[in-house]
Nanobody, 121 residues
Framework: QVQLVESGGGLVQAGGSLRLSCAASGRTISSYAMGWFRQAPGKEREFVGS????????NYADSVKGRFTISRDNAKNTVYLQMNSLKPEDTAVYYC??????????????WGQGTQVTVSS
């Protein structure tokens, strides 16, 4: 069993940056592809990006490509989401997910509780 805890969310102005962290416990995630998703009020949870277990391959949603970067530190059992040039439409609860890969919620076995990101205009 894997427990995931996201942190680093908050309120930021448009154009600003945030770095989210996802710390895993219970077992190592070094062999798992990891993903980030987000869910805005009244909307379905959507794919943001994913990273392979080695960290050598990443995939992003078109809406965040070029602005967001996923990385991981397997020694720390942690995955990161660096978000730059934030826009109001990036406002959502951001979730970390483990044991992918894929772009769909059903592709992942473990989920964190989410962290709120709010971007003001």
């Amino acid at each position: 069993q894997v427990q995931l805890v996201e942190s680093g969310g908050g309120l930021v102005q448009a154009g600003g940056s945030l770095r989210l962290s996802c710390a895993a416990s219970g077992r190592t995630i070094s062999s798992y592809a990891m993903g980030w998703f987000r869910q805005a009020p009244g909307k379905e949870r959507e794919f943001v990006g994913s990273i392979s277990w080695t960290g050598g391959r990443t995939n992003y949603a078109d809406s965040v490509k070029g602005r967001f970067t996923i990385s991981r530190d397997n020694a720390k059992n942690t995955v990161y989401l660096q978000m730059n040039s934030l826009k109001p439409e990036d406002t959502a609860v951001y979730y970390c997910a483990a044991k992918g890969p894929g772009r769909w919620v059903s592709d992942y076995a473990y989920w964190g509780q989410g962290t709120q990101v709010t971007v003001s205009s």
